[in-house]
């Protein structure tokens, strides 16, 4: 904060003076006095006097407030107008990213000073219309740095965790991405100040902006050109103002920018915007939904995804079909882009608005014995399943929690959601003590950069059980981890399985080497299909499709001195074969393979798989 401190006081004189203009003993500023024009500066007049006889020190300072009060007021019009458009075309893309910002590129393509002379000659000179015409000159920019920003933040799992929260709308642009891109925003609004003084003393120059006789700096070196032979001074004074304003805001911004952004070492943030973000959001209430019968907890039932291609709609995932019984664990596993984080995010209604459901349905049963499609429920009656019947835990635990919240905010605010009153921080450090985190009376006022990667999951997995889910997904929550917290997290998982009593969990990884620690049964997927999928025990031990052993023989284990790679790499969604899509990788594969697409079917009343040759194979 020291590198603020020099152009903080800077601007903070200037506007000292600007404000106390009407309390120091200053001559009237329209004051005129003929006779003494163009008079040298003198004790009665430290600054001389102008072509009218006006006191040129009074006229500054309170020139001053003028033009600082048009710049302040045009940007901050600009900001609220640009941000609300950057925001909402950055977080709802689509037809609204498109009305939003080709308004916003229509403004640009106007020359800045062209523009604001067009609309002070239709509306009249005036600050009232200066503000106008300025704010609407400078949205566009806050519009582009609040949609650029709000495209970065919105793809963060802190963001994805706020619907899985079950928050609405609001409650995200305004609480959650706000908070997190105010910090250019700010260098943005300082930035404006300083280029709508400009554009104002510009105009005012050209007697379109402030009408006289109230005093500009514009309006200054206007008066000053027509006599600066006789009076250089007059045209001085007004330009040392004006250019000392500008850079002291400029060099402001320079060190703003230092400070705000961690990519150039900055840390710091304003205690404003942690304030917002932990503003509460309000209670959520459970909404009638559509109802159906499935048998178990979780069914889903021919599951097919699909995003626009370079040739058309291209499936990521298809036909996947699983169940889940209340209490038990299913491990999804395969490489990545085989589907397994898609399929999880359509379960919890998160699905990126790039992707599309074709067709399936997910049957959910809710705690009050319900059964819903999930894919068919309102948005508003899932947010009051998420977070309370259903609730994830995220892959990066960094990008999960939202930095300008302490992590017991960040849990309470989850309990909030759903209606939970009382002593909160109790019931927050109940459930950091839960999941094994240490000193958890301190650690609840921590910010996410205070702690570890294992500590920093355990928040997300506290976060996640803290309303008790009945179905609880773990997307690859150890990838980021060290083996020995890796370790710890996973036995901390099996724990929560075993003291929440009918909690179903589904496991998404890549690696087989923790499905066996954790889960009861596992789904193998390969190019957004499920290739097979039974009893933990007897798919390792005979494993009935050629991806799901070359997996497991690509395994680490500590007898094996040579590991077995699976050649090839997953093709693109766009590009897969015709027939098998594992075919041009499988070292068993047969012409025929690669013809017909094989159907998953069941090997044994408890085993499924999608090859020709299982029966080979076992």
């Given at each position: 904060?020291?590198r603020?401190?020099l152009p903080?006081?800077?601007v903070?004189?200037i506007?000292?003076?600007?404000?106390?203009?009407?309390?120091?003993?200053l001559?009237?500023?329209?004051r005129?006095?003929?006779?003494?024009?163009l008079?040298?500066?003198?004790a009665?007049?430290?600054?001389g006097?102008?072509?009218y006889?006006?006191d040129?020190?009074?006229?500054?300072l309170?020139?001053?407030r003028?033009?600082?009060s048009?710049?302040f007021?045009?940007?901050?019009l600009?900001?609220?107008?640009g941000?609300?458009?950057?925001?909402?075309?950055g977080?709802?893309?689509?037809?609204?990213e498109l009305?939003?910002?080709?308004v916003?590129?229509?403004v640009?393509?106007?020359?800045?000073m062209?523009?604001?002379?067009?609309?002070?000659?239709?509306?009249?000179?005036?600050?009232?219309?200066?503000i106008?015409?300025?704010?609407?000159?400078?949205?566009?920019?806050?519009?582009?740095?609040?949609?650029?920003?709000?495209l970065?933040?919105?793809?963060?799992?802190?963001?994805t965790?706020?619907?899985?929260l079950?928050?609405?709308i609001?409650?995200i642009l305004l609480?959650?991405?706000?908070?997190?891109?105010?910090?250019?925003?700010?260098?943005?609004?300082?930035?404006?100040?300083?280029?709508?003084?400009?554009?104002?003393?510009?105009?005012?120059?050209?007697?379109?902006?402030?009408?006289?006789p109230?005093?500009?700096?514009?309006?200054?070196?206007?008066?000053?050109?027509?006599?600066?032979?006789?009076?250089?001074?007059?045209?001085?004074?007004?330009?040392?103002?004006?250019?000392?304003?500008?850079?002291?805001?400029?060099?402001?911004?320079d060190r703003?920018?230092?400070v705000l952004?961690?990519?150039?070492?900055?840390?710091?943030?304003p205690?404003?915007?942690?304030?917002?973000?932990?503003?509460?959001?309000?209670?959520?209430?459970?909404?009638?939904?559509?109802?159906?019968?499935?048998?178990?907890?979780?069914?889903?039932?021919?599951?097919?995804l699909?995003?626009?291609?370079?040739?058309g709609?291209?499936?990521?995932?298809?036909?996947v079909?699983?169940?889940?019984?209340?209490?038990?664990?299913?491990?999804?596993?395969?490489?990545?882009?085989?589907?397994?984080?898609?399929?999880?995010?359509?379960?919890?209604g998160?699905?990126?608005?790039?992707?599309?459901?074709?067709a399936g349905?997910?049957?959910?049963t809710?705690?009050?014995?319900?059964?819903?499609?999930?894919?068919?429920?309102?948005?508003?009656?899932?947010?009051?399943?998420?977070?309370?019947?259903?609730?994830?835990?995220?892959?990066?635990?960094?990008?999960?929690?939202?930095?300008?919240?302490?992590?017991?905010a960040?849990?309470?605010?989850?309990?909030?959601?759903?209606?939970?009153?009382?002593?909160l921080?109790?019931?927050?450090?109940?459930?950091?003590?839960?999941?094994?985190?240490?000193?958890a009376?301190?650690?609840?006022?921590?910010?996410?950069?205070?702690?570890?990667?294992?500590?920093r999951?355990?928040v997300?997995?506290?976060?996640?059980?803290a309303?008790?889910?009945?179905?609880l997904?773990?997307?690859?929550?150890?990838?980021a981890?060290?083996?020995?917290v890796?370790?710890?997290?996973?036995?901390?998982?099996?724990?929560?399985?075993?003291s929440?009593?009918?909690?179903?969990m589904?496991?998404v990884?890549?690696?087989l080497?923790?499905?066996?620690?954790?889960?009861?049964?596992?789904?193998?997927?390969?190019?957004?299909e499920?290739?097979?999928?039974?009893?933990?025990a007897?798919?390792?031990?005979?494993?009935?499709?050629?991806?799901?052993?070359?997996?497991?023989?690509?395994?680490?284990?500590?007898?094996?001195?040579?590991?077995?790679?699976?050649?090839?790499?997953v093709?693109?969604?766009w590009?897969?074969?015709?027939?098998?899509?594992?075919?041009?990788?499988?070292?068993?594969?047969?012409?025929?393979c690669?013809?017909?697409?094989?159907?998953l079917?069941?090997?044994?009343?408890?085993?499924?798989?999608?090859?020709?040759?299982?029966?080979e194979?076992?």
């Amino acid at each position: 904060m020291r590198r603020l401190a020099l152009p903080g006081a800077l601007v903070a004189l200037i506007l000292l003076l600007a404000l106390a203009a009407p309390l120091l003993p200053l001559a009237d500023p329209v004051r005129q006095d003929v006779a003494h024009r163009l008079a040298a500066p003198s004790a009665a007049h430290w600054l001389g006097q102008d072509e009218y006889g006006r006191d040129v020190l009074s006229r500054i300072l309170w020139g001053a407030r003028v033009s600082l009060s048009v710049a302040f007021a045009a940007a901050a019009l600009a900001a609220l107008a640009g941000t609300f458009l950057g925001l909402v075309g950055g977080y709802f893309r689509g037809a609204v990213e498109l009305v939003t910002l080709r308004v916003a590129d229509i403004v640009l393509c106007f020359p800045p000073m062209l523009l604001a002379l067009l609309v002070v000659t239709l509306l009249g000179p005036g600050a009232v219309t200066l503000i106008f015409s300025l704010a609407v000159l400078f949205a566009p920019n806050f519009a582009r740095v609040a949609y650029a920003e709000t495209l970065t933040v919105r793809a963060l799992d802190y963001v994805t965790a706020q619907r899985a929260l079950g928050a609405g709308i609001p409650r995200i642009l305004l609480r959650t991405l706000l908070p997190n891109i105010a910090a250019p925003l700010l260098v943005q609004f300082s930035l404006t100040v300083s280029a709508a003084m400009l554009l104002e003393s510009g105009l005012s120059f050209l007697g379109l902006g402030v009408v006289p006789p109230a005093p500009s700096w514009g309006l200054m070196i206007r008066g000053a050109r027509a006599t600066m032979e006789q009076a250089p001074l007059l045209l001085f004074w007004p330009c040392l103002a004006l250019t000392g304003t500008v850079l002291a805001f400029n060099l402001l911004c320079d060190r703003l920018r230092d400070v705000l952004d961690p990519r150039a070492g900055g840390t710091a943030r304003p205690g404003f915007l942690r304030r917002l973000a932990a503003l509460p959001g309000p209670a959520l209430h459970d909404s009638p939904a559509p109802a159906s019968t499935a048998p178990g907890l979780l069914c889903v039932r021919g599951l097919t995804l699909e995003v626009a291609g370079p040739t058309g709609p291209v499936p990521v995932v298809r036909d996947v079909s699983f169940s889940l019984a209340a209490g038990e664990t299913l491990a999804v596993v395969g490489e990545s882009g085989s589907g397994k984080t898609l399929t999880g995010l359509a379960v919890m209604g998160l699905l990126p608005a790039a992707v599309r459901v074709v067709a399936g349905e997910i049957l959910h049963t809710g705690r009050d014995g319900r059964v819903r499609d999930l894919l068919r429920t309102p948005e508003e009656a899932l947010r009051g399943l998420r977070g309370r019947d259903l609730a994830m835990v995220f892959q990066d635990p960094s990008s999960s929690l939202n930095p300008l919240l302490r992590i017991g905010a960040q849990i309470g605010e989850g309990l909030r959601a759903h209606g939970v009153t009382g002593d909160l921080r109790g019931r927050v450090v109940a459930l950091l003590k839960q999941v094994g985190l240490p000193d958890a009376e301190r650690r609840v006022d921590a910010f996410p950069h205070e702690l570890s990667g294992g500590q920093r999951q355990r928040v997300m997995i506290a976060a996640a059980i803290a309303n008790h889910p009945r179905l609880l997904l773990a997307d690859e929550p150890t990838t980021a981890l060290d083996v020995t917290v890796q370790a710890q997290i996973l036995e901390l998982l099996a724990g929560l399985k075993r003291s929440e009593a009918g909690m179903g969990m589904i496991f998404v990884t890549h690696n087989l080497a923790v499905v066996s620690q954790i889960a009861d049964r596992v789904a193998v997927m390969y190019g957004g299909e499920l290739v097979e999928e039974g009893p933990v025990a007897e798919v390792f031990a005979a494993p009935r499709h050629p991806y799901t052993a070359a997996l497991i023989a690509a395994t680490p284990e500590e007898d094996v001195a040579r590991l077995s790679a699976i050649p090839g790499a997953v093709p693109q969604p766009w590009a897969m074969p015709e027939g098998c899509r594992f075919a041009p990788r499988c070292s068993v594969a047969r012409p025929d393979c690669a013809r017909a697409a094989p159907p998953l079917q069941a090997a044994t009343p408890t085993r499924a798989t999608r090859c020709l040759r299982w029966k080979e194979l076992a």
